[in-house]
DNA sequence: AGTGTTTACCTATCAGGAATAGGTATAGTG
DNA sequence: CACTATACCTATTCCTGATAGGTAAACACT
């Protein structure tokens, strides 16, 4: 919580996962600065975190990955895999679900 | 959120926080019921969750407490220090700015 | 040619905080 | 009396983001 304020569980993979939806394909280093121009800086996260997600997220089924090489060296694209794009509508859901009953309990008190 | 609750951190703090500082004073187990009235019952925590956390914040300035006896037992009441109050406004408004800049990367992709 | 920065991937370990699963004891109700 | 609700508590587990590294290619610049 350090660079990033609380409220972050989960973000990151809400993140990832909605910027796939939307540019289809990209590699994790792509993902990194997206992730902070998207969010306007707000949001600020170190390959040390969208890496292992990443990772886990196509274990699990969300993402599936594309090595392609670039030079010499080799670049692993990501895409949402079917079951990526339902978790992220429920993420996204949840999100909002919880947003909403949050700003309610501020607001009315 | 049953099982895998994402979105959850620090919210458990604001929420307290912010029903403090409606309420003026309130005891735990009170506090834990008042969770699930206040968010409709889209946050529901425990007294696992909500004791030490109370306890947590006590130790960090940020709530004064008073035992009253009722009976035979104990009530603790717990109310917001100025320290607890300024953490309240801060909690909320990054709460807000992170919610915004997720909200924003969700639309435009 | 050599130095430095950016690109691009990776892992291991730490830290924090919520969830789980208990425990104790009083008060009130059928 | 038995049962539930009230009211407090702690210890442990689990998840996941944060930290702090490491490797190596590509490019810029002097």
């Not at 993140?15 to 121009?37: C, D, F, K, P, Q």
């Not at 594309?66 to 949840?94: N, W």
Request: net charge positive; no cysteine; charged share 20%.
């Amino acid at each position: 919580m350090a660079a990033n304020p609380p409220f972050m569980s989960g973000v990151p993979e809400l993140l990832i996962l909605s910027l796939l939806n939307a540019r289809e394909e990209m590699y994790g280093y792509e993902i990194v600065a997206a992730i902070g121009t998207a969010t306007g800086a707000v949001v600020s996260l170190k390959e040390g975190v969208v890496y292992p997600l990443l990772h886990a997220l196509e274990a699990d089924g969300l993402l599936k990955t594309q090595r392609r090489p670039i030079g010499a060296r080799i670049r692993v694209y990501y895409a949402l895999t079917a079951k990526g794009v339902r978790r992220l509508f429920d993420l996204t859901d949840e999100w909002r679900r919880l947003g909403g009953a949050v700003e309610r309990a501020l607001t009315t008190g």
